[in-house]
């Protein structure tokens, strides 16, 4: 009699939890639709004003669609945001395949600045000159870049401006801010020295040049042990700072420096071994009459390859192997070790720069994007075979002209032309890590 008892009492036990049991699995649903609700973006806008352009510009048809993600957005957003174009694209009659050279291509960037997110598509015909639309939405207070998302900061200051055009700044002394710099224009270096809060010049060098400079000129300097390396389409100079300076120059096509060197080895000759702080050199030829490289290289140790023309380098250390990005001229970038070369399309400008810092992996790369006629610069790491953002978008007011890695290889100078004004201005671009 005694089993019969206890079974008694268990069943009928179990109708007085039951309720309970149920009050709180509603509760929990409720918490979490409330979580989700609130934490829940309306991206639905904004996709349809992007498909609206991007039918504007691809008509009705077949369309191969790549989406990618350079923004701070979380992984489920970048998926959330990904099929509501492609369902709204549908909507609008659009029709996605895969490997059909007769489909328009459309490749759409995620990216952001430090206010809103701005999503940019690209849509080819063929051969044709793509067409590009974009839309912008501010983005939440809430939704700022996270640590874990950009995990650094990019820092801009200001180094100096002037009406004639300039093409490269070279810090020659600091303490806690610059105290002497040269300024590199079309026609001259220029050598000043802050005195009192106020910058004077103590010298300038006059570039004599037997032909006319190509439109879009480009220079480089680097600071070595005895003065300084000038570098100009067709034309090398070297520029003795010590007592009684000068300038020299020779003409001919020696290779510029481009990935981070430090001052030890920024005037050493091709095929120099020679490196501190464990920064290699990488040069190359510069196309004299144009505003490229040729894609011939010379590595460190003397060793030569050739690439696809380029506009900018950037080099990259990872698993103790340097590898470089390059800014192609027909707009992909090239990573490349030497011996093998992969292209990837990313919503990325003409102007790289490498820097190697004390911050996340030690190696960053500054990359330009351009947005409604305006620039921005964000660091990046390639942990594997993709950049992956690291800081947020530093905006310029204007376009950037020049991205020069500097000599010690921890920091780059930018050039922009103010819309504004008309000046042009240097500055110089830092990475700090964020606490």
């Given amino acids: 009699m005694v089993i019969p008892n206890v079974i008694l009492n268990s069943v009928s036990r179990a109708p007085r939890f039951a309720p309970s049991l149920r009050i709180v699995a509603r509760v929990l649903v409720l918490i979490l ?14 996709e349809q004003q992007l498909a609206r352009g991007i039918m504007a510009l691809a008509g009705s048809g077949s369309v191969s669609l790549t989406v990618e993600n350079r923004s701070s957005l979380s992984r489920r957003d970048s998926e959330i945001i990904q099929n509501g174009l492609r369902t709204a694209l549908e909507s609008m009659g659009t029709r996605f395949v895969t490997n059909d050279p007769a489909a328009t291509v459309v490749t759409i960037s995620l990216s952001e600045n430090l206010t809103a997110y701005v999503w940019v598509a690209e849509v080819r015909h063929g051969q044709e000159e793509p067409g590009v639309t974009m839309v912008s939405t501010p983005r939440p207070a809430s939704a700022a870049p996270g640590h874990e998302s950009v995990p650094l900061s990019l820092r801009r200051i200001s180094l100096w401006s002037q009406t004639d055009q300039i093409l490269d700044v070279t810090v020659l002394e600091e303490n806690s801010a610059p105290i002497r710099i040269a300024v590199l224009d079309p026609e001259r270096v220029s050598i000043y020295r802050s005195q009192g809060g106020n910058w004077r010049r103590e010298q300038a060098f006059e570039i004599a040049h037997d032909k006319p400079w190509p439109r879009d000129l480009r220079g480089r300097m680097l ?21 009684a300076m000068a300038l020299t120059c020779h003409g001919g096509n020696d290779p510029w420096p481009l990935a981070p060197v430090s001052g030890n080895t920024a005037l050493a000759s091709a095929g120099s071994t020679t490196a501190s702080a464990g920064i290699l050199p990488l040069q190359a030829f510069f196309a004299t009459a144009q505003n490229f490289f040729t894609g011939d290289l010379i590595l460190v140790g003397g060793n030569l390859t050739t690439i696809s023309k380029f506009y900018s380098a950037a080099s990259v250390q990872r698993d103790g192997t340097f590898f470089f990005l390059f800014a192609g001229v027909e707009g992909q970038v090239h990573i ?22 004390a911050c996340g992996a030690g190696w960053q790369v500054l990359a330009t994007s351009t947005t409604e006629g305006s620039d921005s610069v964000r660091a990046y790491e390639v942990p594997d075979r993709d950049p992956v953002a690291v800081s947020a978008a530093v905006d310029f007011s204007g ?15 930018a050039v922009m032309r103010n819309p504004e004004t008309g000046n042009y201005e240097a500055f110089r671009l830092a990475v700090a890590c964020s606490q």
């Fill in 336 to 357: 490349s070790d030497g011996s093998t070369d992969r292209t990837m399309k990313l919503n990325w400008g003409s102007d790289l720069a490498g820097v190697k810092t």
């Fill in 33 to 46: 639709a409330s979580v989700s609700a609130a934490s829940a973006t309306d991206w639905s806008a904004p």
């Fill in 399 to 413: 376009p950037i002209s020049a991205l020069w890695t500097e000599g010690p290889g921890d920091t780059a100078v």
């Fill in 223 to 243: 600071l070595g042990p005895d003065g300084l390396a000038i570098y100009l389409p067709g034309i090398v100079c070297h520029a003795l700072l010590g007592g």
